[in-house]
């Protein structure tokens, strides 16, 4: 028999062990009160005789108080029971104190690489974390229970963001009001800012806005650049004025404004993009921040939106200086770029912007593209109409809603509660290839998430409006008064709170033998177990007014946490637990040959069924020189899947100035091929961890899937339009040019 230990680790089973822990309660208590060594022999000898191939270290201490108990020794048993307590506590605080050590010296893997947008040396990342080990350590013993801490160390469920769950204030991710705030006036630390008569101003007041809300949340957001389209006239107005009160000729007046209003666009959004990226919050990181370019969601200041978002594209093309003066990509803000009817098709008024796009996506890998067509479809509001709108960070996204008040659909000024992650490799390891027992773990492990889901949403029902005013009092998410309760906001549907999974190819793999690739029992499994999910969430939320939400989680370091547990768990199974990582949510394994437009016509149909979240990606090559191609993917993209993002390479050596793809060795240690640079302080590596860019490294977990990802597209050898093989110069081959085709 093996003993499973509280650290995970497996060891023989040890009598001696039981009879030195029972001798050492026994010299605590009266001679009459004492076991006999034959009582303590029957002890060892009924543990043994359970006949387990594996035991739980705590399963073993409460037969060992049962059976004490029974013996009549009452007093033994308590003080065995005391001397249990003391030592866990023990226990808890020494892990506590170690991981504070180990964080401040630099010897910890997992705070090192937590977070790739984080830097644990910098003194402000390290005080968010010392704040999260405590909080996270507060959590543990006092906030939630035994089960979801044991399922959560385990593996077989994640809670989200423990180390900010102490502070019952906060929230996950959402859309910030920015019109509300920008035209209604808002108050920051005390401070009225009243409504800016400028571009340029508005770019400023929006980047404190942006600091202020997310130093008191934990998760992404975004912001929409049509509530900043007004200033555009309303700077361009005051040009225009300026120059007719000195008497110049109506065209002239309209030639000079343009003029200014296109310097002063530029100066707002470099201002707006080098304070995002400068700041830092309480998380100790730039803003978790998306900015949404969607032209559809104005008539009125069409025309001006579409200026600021040429400029938001150029900018981000040309990218941001790094410490050696190199232009680099940074990974903030994250573009979102909404393709509709006026900006896909070649014909299109806007069709320029989208040029723009994709040779911003094959330099800078973003913006990433959300298909109005296709979201209108899966999104459709009590009114039975179809919505777009953009996600709340890396991929959230928040259910249709209808505000009772206007009758109309509401979308900024909404959140995310928190977000609880089941394991589904480990249900379906836990099955032995069971199907029946297969569902029954699986309809336990989902109660599981949804007792820590009322866990999370119970503790933020407790919340006033006075914690984070600028959220609840001043416009970001609400107008309340001050004392007032959140509660309202909880329910109906105004917020989501997400029921995230991990790990369905692994899954589906153990399960049927089959991807879910595979066009048959595989994928049918797999829309099986996620039609489950959907359901339990309906469910819940009919019985509860809480909108729960099916969420692909992104799981950034998660997944090696996973990896772990399972080995741990059930060994090395071939094809399911022989990697460092699993797979986020419904993904195709990166390893896993298809081309791009198979992966994309899939996954749509599993986006589908997460409508709490999901994002799907495309692997690629250099595309700078065959643009034709990011442009033939994002028109698909508009008519197949709601979401999805090109995943292209943008590295930099400093020590040699190489200019191209940054490698991974079979020790999965990044390197430079040109120089073999390994310094990550002198390399500059941008990849798409799990939605958003990381620029910091990561776990090894996620390192070996990175190093993993195969091509979805193959970027054939071609001619380039100014270079070609005759040597002459601007001279179309157009048939020599190969388009990208799949593999």
Not at 185 to 203: D, Q, S, W
Not at 512 to 518: A, V
Not at 634 to 642: L, R, V
Request: proline letters at 2%; a negative charge; glycine letters at 6%.
């Amino acid at each position: 028999m093996q003993v499973i230990k509280r650290d995970g680790k497996i060891v023989d089973f040890d009598r001696s062990k039981i009879r030195t822990a029972i001798e050492k309660a026994n010299k605590e208590v009266k001679p009459k009160e004492r076991a006999s060594k034959e009582e303590i022999n029957e002890i060892i000898n009924y543990i043994e005789e359970l006949d387990k191939k594996r035991i739980l270290v705590e399963d073993i201490q409460d037969i060992i108080e049962e059976q004490l108990m029974s013996f009549g020794k009452y007093a033994l048993s308590k003080k065995y029971i005391t001397y249990r307590y003391t030592r866990a506590l023990v226990r808890k605080s020494n892990t506590t104190d170690q991981s504070i050590k180990e964080l401040i010296e630099g010897e910890n893997e997992y705070w090192n690489n937590e977070n790739s947008n984080k830097n644990a040396q910098v003194v402000t990342t390290q005080r968010d974390y010392l704040a999260g080990i405590t909080s996270t350590d507060i959590t543990r013993r006092f906030l939630l229970p035994e089960d979801v801490v044991k399922a959560h160390d385990e593996g077989i469920i994640h809670f989200h963001d423990a180390d900010y769950f102490a502070q019952n204030a906060l929230t996950n991710c959402e859309l910030i009001n920015l019109e509300d705030m920008l035209q209604n006036g808002t108050i920051m630390n005390g401070v009225m800012i009243e409504k800016p008569h400028r571009f340029l101003t508005a770019m400023t007041i929006a980047t404190q806005i942006i600091l202020g809300v997310t130093s008191s949340t934990y998760g992404g957001a975004t912001v929409s650049l049509t509530h900043l389209a007004p200033f555009v006239r309303s700077s361009y107005d005051r040009y225009y004025k300026k120059y007719k009160q000195r008497g110049l000729s109506e065209k002239q007046c309209e030639e000079y404004a343009k003029q200014d209003i296109k310097k002063e666009i530029e100066d707002g959004v470099q201002t707006f993009n080098y304070q995002v990226n400068s700041m830092t919050n309480t998380n100790g990181q730039a803003p978790f921040l998306s900015v949404c370019m969607y032209l559809g969601e104005t008539d009125e200041y069409k025309e001006e939106l579409a200026m600021i978002i040429e400029e938001f594209l150029n900018q981000r093309i040309l990218g941001f200086k790094n410490e050696k003066g190199v232009y680099i990509t940074p990974a903030f803000p994250k573009l979102l770029y909404v393709l509709e009817e006026d900006n896909i098709h070649e014909n299109s008024k806007y069709w320029y912007l989208t040029e723009l796009a994709a040779k911003c996506t094959a330099k800078r890998m973003v913006p990433d593209y959300i298909s109005e067509k296709i979201m209108k479809q899966m999104k459709v509001d009590a009114n039975g109409d179809g919505q777009c709108y953009p996600c709340m960070g890396c991929r959230s996204f928040l259910t249709p809603y209808v505000d009772p008040e206007t009758n109309k659909p509401k979308y900024y000024g909404r959140f995310n509660q928190g977000v609880v992650t089941i394991n589904l490799v480990d249900v379906a390891l836990s099955s032995n290839q069971d199907e029946d027992k297969f569902w029954k773990i699986y309809e336990e492990r989902l109660e599981l998430c949804h007792k820590a889901l009322r866990i999370r949403h119970e503790r933020l029902s407790k919340v006033t409006s006075d914690v984070a005013p600028i959220l609840w009092q001043h416009g970001a998410l609400a107008r309340l008064k001050k004392g007032e309760s959140i509660d309202k906001l909880l329910h109906n549907g105004y917020s989501t709170i997400s029921l995230g999974y991990a790990g369905l190819y692994e899954c589906v793999k153990y399960m049927t033998g089959n991807s879910h690739t595979d066009g048959g029992v595989g994928e049918e499994f797999a829309l099986k177990v996620m039609q489950k999910l959907n359901d339990k969430c309906k469910q819940w939320k009919e019985a509860e007014q809480i909108d729960y939400s099916v969420y692909g989680t992104p799981i950034e370091s998660t997944t090696y946490k996973f990896a772990k547990c399972l080995k741990k768990r059930f060994g090395v199974v071939e094809g399911i637990t022989d990697r460092n990582y699993i797979t986020n949510s419904y993904h195709v394994p990166v390893f896993e040959d298809i081309d791009a437009f198979s992966k994309l016509k899939l996954e749509s149909k599993f986006q589908k069924l997460s409508p709490g979240g999901a994002i799907s990606y495309i692997e690629t090559p250099n595309l700078q020189n065959n643009l034709e191609v990011v442009l033939q993917v994002i028109q698909f993209i508009y008519d197949n899947i709601m979401y999805a993002e090109l995943n292209t390479k943008s590295d930099y050596c400093q020590k040699c100035g190489f200019d191209g793809e940054i490698l991974i060795n079979d020790n999965l240690e990044w390197y430079c091929p040109n120089c073999g640079n390994k310094d990550h302080n002198t390399l500059n590596v941008a990849r798409r961890t799990c939605g958003y860019i990381g620029s910091n490294f990561w776990n090894k977990g996620r390192t070996q899937e990175i190093k993993e990802r195969v091509l979805h597209i193959d970027n054939k050898d071609y001619v380039e339009e100014d270079e070609c093989e005759c040597g002459c110069e601007k001279h179309e081959h157009s048939e020599e040019k190969e388009a990208v085709t799949s593999k």
